[in-house]
């Protein structure tokens, strides 16, 4: 009998792998702007992936913090979103890409403000508009944010902080030319104190990892449960890094991974891939746009590997549409349906509906007893297909649950044999001047 | 009873619903760069969807042709890249956003190379690397391509081209300034000339909505049945369009509608759901970022209608594991899946599978029986955890089909209770120094 | 006795001793955009002055030719000038400094005007102003004037020519983007064609300093004694030159050498010092900003040497006025002025005979004996300023020749004395109830 | 008898004409970017020209005091300067022209230096260069330094000075940036206040005037005789000024006024006329390119009117060499030169002395009775040439004073008869064994 830890682990084995394979890539350069980032440990490399279910996977070290610097962009970004919504926001940063590198000054030449929230001078502005009474209290809701993101606690590591405070000259410059242009409102050098702040919090691959997994997972925390910030700011956040996160390498890495992602110069990336879950990883060895090298070709080969790119197209699996006919009377269309429904499969469905309903006079049975679920889109296009349907008079049953009400005269059966035989019947009774007593309203 | 059309058609509803809503703006103006373009009726309005089963949706004026031109960028990208691949057509292009309007210059300061094929200067490039033999052949394949993607044979507007050719001369500057830098081989005017015959070509929102959905199939021509590229192309070219397809406004776009798209000057877009569908329109009004003002107001409230936004978090449906329990025996783990299967499903099977496993001596049984598909990633998982569990000597039974083949020694079934009793019978026979002949290789 | 030749040319001394110190710098790289120009012997150093009086000195190789390249620029701007006026030439290229190289493409966003006429797109639209009925009419002008700016016929070289046409495609590159905004008007290949013509014309240094100090002499060879263009023209030629004409070195070479100049890719160099002459040289190897090494660091030399920058303040030789007083009787003023006269000294003339008339009852004596020369503006000022005298009723002698006609009644006289003695007669006799019937009419 | 205004002054006649005439240019608009600067009286015009002998000249509203702001740009350069010579000021700022606004950043990619110490960025830099050991000691030495080239002492205007502080963000960013790339040491915010004092220090059109004649009198103040900077720091400020001073209309400037020049946003303007004098405007319209419309059409009215362009070739005046000829003899060769000497001058004489001197084998007599002056290179040229003359066994006799030793054995003469008579029998006696017993040594 095997060990545990040598099981059926086919995603730790992964992630294993690409470790192995990409650990011992040693170009790139370990950035030194702040001493203490030059004394990271150009060997080190971690890898961890959350799930939008809580499952964690990891190969390397996981465990060892390092300052999240520009990883903190998007989180403080959802904080904003969050509390002023996409419209107050927009009035202070743009979301295009700049084509420039980190620290450019992409400044709008009409309206003054950032090109974007992932680069400095946006993540300046970001950071500003989180509401407060006092610089204090806004930094202390960024880190609380920050950790509710983590699922725990989080610390400021303040000798990168201060080395911060001491280099950041460049940061200052671009606080005050948006302090110039209006983007930017109060201190200058205080709203750079707390974006240095921000960039000097501690965390691990791990935690790293559960923070994209919050994003993939709609902004809830998967593991702790805690809804940090609603769906569409999730949404919103995961856009902007799709665009803007990859610095100058944004085209290409969605060319080749093809997931929203956001580096930071300390060599920790976080990518996430919606509605699934989140990868982090550390590695402080950086290409010339300040991406870490081996976790560049480390996500490229999982997302290969995995079908995970945005853009994939997965080979098909059972058809929605398990079943369209008209039944042998020539008058009742039939139509079954299984899996779960989004807005392509109950196109599906209505697309076969509508065909099939035109030649059956004796209405339709639609059958949906094995549809596992259905999203938000999908109830409301069957909501409304099934009003257009018992408004235009048809005969209508439906077989199995439907997850909302439906107004109108229509039968609900368990059995799509049933079904059929009550169908027929109606339609006779239709033509015997006795209405059917039988009928019940939705 | 209904007329056909008064019948259960949502999706052709709610197209005509936003027609309707957003027909009626009239801000913008209608490009004038070339006077053919002028003379486009600035109140046309068409809007076309295509799903990838090849299912068409309309509304308003779907049938009226209008010059592709920069819409014909992703489709003619596509065939450079499936004659040439990524690498080489990388060495002429990047695939970088450059925050700039569509006839920047936008050269890389080092290699020369345009920022990405989105940009005229880009898709000039592109043009000139079609394989050919003569500048007639060039372009006689890019228009047999064209016509393959819409399903139908296209034709040139000789008139537009005329006209191009005659004010061209800005794009005729970024050709001779990629001639400069090694970027462009050959004639630079011959080069442009290809160019212009191929924004001259002519196609319907109807079309359009064709040639997006082929994309969103993966590059099979859901109409004709044609492949027209191969599935990497297809994933590649949607990656430039969802970063480099709106010109300055890709960011705007991504954030508020989400998915992969290409306007053109003359007041066609096409935007693509991956694995969904395409859908396109026509609306000469633009905006100030060289978008049709109508078009982008109708995709943005589709998009947030339907849920269609790369980033969309749906509702999760049935659980992907319905049933992850040990046997009373408390020696057999069972895990039950149902649904089609893709990274995540897998991943949840599997995880599963191993938390079970640990405390299971007597081996695990994988229900299978209602799971409706897998997609390759999913098969491999799968395969490569059966894999692990037969050599670490796991007693292995499945019930349900296995879209592969596992290797060495595992037990099949057809029904769940009989493979749990055949289970606990092989423990038991385990147990007793005689082995289990009824054991076959799988 | 000494031989000729160690006579007392200090000047040919000078530029022998700058020729032989800064020949051996070997820093530097010859340009090799096109082969032509790489084949150019890096040791080759020659330096020629020739002065508006048409004395020429020389020093090394200053008879070799070389292609002019560049070097054609401010004297193909000086056609344009005379031929169509500062207006029309301004209305298609700026005069400004563009702060980049002379290959950048600097063209205004409103007007689409190149920054200048020094950069290539400026000169390639100012070649194509000059009026002509064809492009060989055109370049038979371009190369008729070049040759009465050098006193000789110039020819093509027709490799380099050649050579120019095979690479220069960021060239046509400028001319259609300057078609494009309107700028240029006719076949852009046709215009760079023309300007690659004139890039190919050879000339020797001796050539290059008689054509800047056509320049120096406003307009008119010294050599030859031809009038090539009006003294306005090179007034705006040299303008440009200062603020253009060494590219993205202009303004230290401005600080450092003070003098309009024009660089060219073959390492030839021409600078003027207005009113005094031109100097030239060749020396292949170029520094980062295109400029010639061995001969920046040979005219900086020179030019502190023999202060030749323009912001120069010499030494000032005997006063102007020699003499301003009262006579002894209290009623004359006297002022005696020497040597030439501009506005300046004009004004310090003006300045003393106002300060002396204000308390002289008598009238004044302006003695101009010991004046060399008056410039025009001098003329008028005085002229004026006799005017003023006459009409405000003073009694007014000259001493000397006036170069100009004053109207009224005042007195001329030869010899300061006779003057004196007149004026003090005139006054008593002013007394005197009979009027002096001396005075005649100047 | 006319009345003392009504006399001579045809400078300040021309001065009120174009007041006059100009003053009623309503275009352009007044700065507002602070407060302050709004409140200027649009309709307030005022002129002076100050010669560099000190004679002063003005028409219109020339004692009203307004602050300098960037016109003291020039003069804190010059303090710079002086205290740390060019090269440690070269280190900190360029002298490029930027073909930007005022308020560019402009910062050398390389470097990190700004362009030119014209543009906010460099005066920031250059301010901060001053020497000093705290803040206030520097401000202190920089007005008193304007103080000095001003004649009197000078104020802040604290008003302006707290609005300059309160809005002044954008030169804090510039600050911050040259903070970051190392070219400024020290807290930017401070650097920036000083900055802010000096642009508030307010003076009058007749302190500019005085001002720039400072620096046209290559350093010296002409009203109180002191030096303040050397003259070399003259020539280089002029320079910089020539080339960077009227932002990106500089070129425009040069072409059509000719004079190194700076503007201010306040309205003031003083243009320098090397070794002439210096004038200043004040008007608080400004054009496009910010600088004040009616100073900009009235200076290039009397730089036309005045020839004082530069590049101006003025009309030549009498001949430097009255004769040049060979004894009836023909063994003496005589030079006669008149008028003031400096390079072309000198080259004029040394080159009628070399032809003459081939053919003289009895020697030279130069006659320079009628010399007025020699700036330090004609004495240089003229020292070396009698050298090489002397030391070449030449006979050599001068007539009238020399203004530098001349070393070796050679004949002084106060008459041009004698001098030739004496040379005459020199060369009888050379023939006689017995030598001249009457040489002496020079």
Redesign the interface.
């Known amino acids: 009998?095997?060990s545990?830890r040598?099981?059926?682990?086919?995603?730790t084995?992964a992630l294993a792998e690409v470790h192995g394979r990409y650990g011992s890539l040693s170009d790139g350069r370990v950035a030194d702007y702040i001493p203490q980032l030059a004394f990271a440990d150009r060997d080190c490399f971690g890898l961890a992936l959350m799930?939008?279910?809580g499952?964690g996977y990891r190969a390397g070290r996981c465990g060892v913090s390092f300052t999240l610097q520009s990883l903190t962009k998007p989180f403080v970004l959802a904080l904003a979103l969050a509390e002023l919504g996409?419209d107050d926001v927009g009035r202070s940063v743009?979301?295009?890409?700049?084509?420039?590198a980190f620290n450019a000054?992409?400044l709008d030449a009409v309206t003054g403000r950032p090109?974007?929230p992932m680069i400095n001078a946006g993540a300046i502005a970001v950071t500003a508009l989180v509401p407060a009474t006092s610089p204090a209290e806004r930094f202390s809701r960024i880190l609380e944010c920050l950790g509710r993101f983590a699922g725990r606690t989080l610390y400021v590591d303040e000798d990168v902080y201060r080395s911060e405070v001491e280099t950041g000259?460049?940061n200052?410059?671009?606080?005050?030319?948006m302090?110039?242009t209006g983007v930017l409102r109060g201190d200058?050098?205080q709203a750079v104190d707390t974006y240095f702040r921000q960039c000097s919090v501690r965390a691990t691959v791990t935690d790293l990892a559960v923070m994209g997994a919050t994003l993939?997972?709609?902004g809830t925390n998967p593991v702790t449960g805690e809804r940090v910030v609603p769906?569409p700011v999730?949404?919103?956040v995961?856009?902007?890094m799709?665009?803007?996160g990859m610095y100058?390498?944004?085209?290409?890495w969605?060319?080749h991974v093809?997931l929203?992602a956001k580096s930071g110069v300390s060599g920790g990336l976080v990518a996430v891939?919606?509605?699934?879950?989140g990868i982090a990883l550390h590695s402080p060895l950086l290409d010339a746009a300040g991406n870490p090298v081996r976790g560049v070709a480390a996500l490229r080969e999982l997302s290969e590997?995995?079908?995970?790119?945005?853009?994939?197209?997965?080979?098909?699996?059972?058809p929605t549409v398990m079943l369209s006919t008209t039944t042998s009377s020539g008058r009742i269309a039939l139509i079954a349906a299984?899996?779960?429904?989004?807005?392509?499969a109950?196109?599906?469905v209505?697309?076969a509906?509508?065909r099939r309903?035109?030649g059956a006079?004796g209405g339709v049975v639609l059958d949906l007893e094995r549809v596992?679920?259905?999203?938000?889109?999908a109830k409301?296009?069957l909501e409304?297909?099934?009003t257009?349907?018992i408004?235009?008079?048809?005969d209508v049953t439906v077989v199995g649950d439907l997850p909302f009400r439906a107004r109108g005269t229509w039968r609900r059966s368990t059995d799509r044999a049933q079904a059929l035989a009550a169908a027929e019947h109606a339609l006779t009774a239709a033509r015997d001047p006795n209405p059917d007593p039988g009928r019940h309203a939705g």
Chains 1, 2, 3, 4 share one sequence.
């Open positions: 009998m095997s545990p040598s099981g059926v682990d086919v995603v084995e799930s939008m279910d499952h996409p743009g979301a295009e890409p700049s084509g420039e000054i992409s090109a974007n000259h460049r200052r410059a671009l606080a005050y030319l302090r110039g200058p050098v993939a997972n709609g769906e999730a949404l919103q995961l856009s902007v799709a665009m803007c100058d390498a944004a085209g290409s969605m060319l093809g929203p891939s919606p509605a699934r879950f590997r995995f079908g995970l790119h945005l853009m994939h197209n997965a080979a098909p699996g059972a299984q899996g779960k429904l989004d807005f392509t109950a196109e599906r209505l697309f509906l509508e309903r035109v006079p596992t679920g259905m999203d938000a889109t409301a296009m409304r297909a099934l257009l349907l408004e235009g008079g048809h």
